[in-house]
């Protein structure tokens, strides 16, 4: 059984930066293409990025392209989200997520895995 768990999650200021980390097991994971996903308080969990298996390839929600990469380092069994240029509206719970096949751009019905969760606070 495949398991993730995210961490690196904190408070921090407006401007800031932060690294998230999602550690993977119980599986090939270098075959799993990973997301993250992220859900604010009183709204729908929503996509934030997506990397494919070998990481050649990425995918971001608009608002957070050219701040967020999404990175992976397989022989690790890690997923990375760096954070830069961290806004108020991008506070929410971070969640890691994995799924065998498909596509990058898909919605979170899609994937199979999933991380409890690490909260991000950005405060102005």
């Known amino acids: 059984q495949v398991q993730l768990v995210e961490s690196g999650g904190e408070l921090v200021q407006a401007g800031g930066s932060l690294r998230l980390s999602c550690a993977a097991s119980?599986?090939?994971?270098?075959?799993?293409?990973l997301g993250w996903f992220r859900q604010a308080p009183g709204k729908e969990r929503e996509f934030v990025a997506a990397v494919s298996a070998g990481g050649a390839y990425t995918h971001y929600t608009d608002p957070v392209k050219g701040r967020f990469t999404i990175s992976r380092d397989n022989p690790k069994n890690m997923a990375y989200l760096h954070m830069n240029s961290l806004k108020a509206e991008d506070t929410a719970v971070y969640y890691c997520a994995g799924k065998w096949s498909g596509t990058l751009v898909a919605g979170s019905s899609e994937y199979l895995y999933w991380g409890q969760g690490t909260q991000v606070t950005v405060s102005s």
């Open positions: 119980g599986g090939t994971i270098s075959l799993m293409m």
